[in-house]
């Protein structure tokens, strides 16, 4: 009998996947701080995890163009670049912390796993 760590892990085996993916469009918008034009962008987590765990995998790390929304600025800059650094670095920040949290859970549910099949 084998073990399905997607129904033992629950969400957070989905929410992990997902943050990685927004780190890296959190990252890019960083990177492209100084860019003319440069549109910033962010992945809306709620739908796309929504999405993911109502069994549609469509919505899970398809992050292409379609899924990406444009993020709107407090104050746009003259050459048309939308990145703040501060909204950048703070989104940034929250979403390693809340990869945190997701990681630590899988952590508690797997340490969880291996004493029940240890038998303790």
Do not use: C, W
């Amino acid at each position: 009998m084998s073990i399905d760590f997607s129904k033992a892990l629950g969400v957070h085996d989905d929410a992990l996947r997902l943050r990685a993916e927004r780190t890296k469009v959190l990252a890019s918008n960083i990177a492209n701080v100084s860019t003319p034009g440069y549109q910033a962008r962010d992945v809306d987590f709620a739908a796309s995890l929504q999405a993911a765990t109502s069994g549609d995998e469509q919505g899970l790390l398809s992050t292409g163009d379609d899924e990406l929304k444009y993020r709107v600025p407090y104050h746009p800059s003259r050459d048309g670049n939308t990145v703040e650094l501060g909204v950048e670095q703070a989104a940034f920040s929250q979403n390693a912390l809340d990869f945190q949290t997701s990681l630590t859970f899988v952590n508690m549910k797997l340490k969880g796993l291996a004493k029940v099949i240890a038998g303790q």
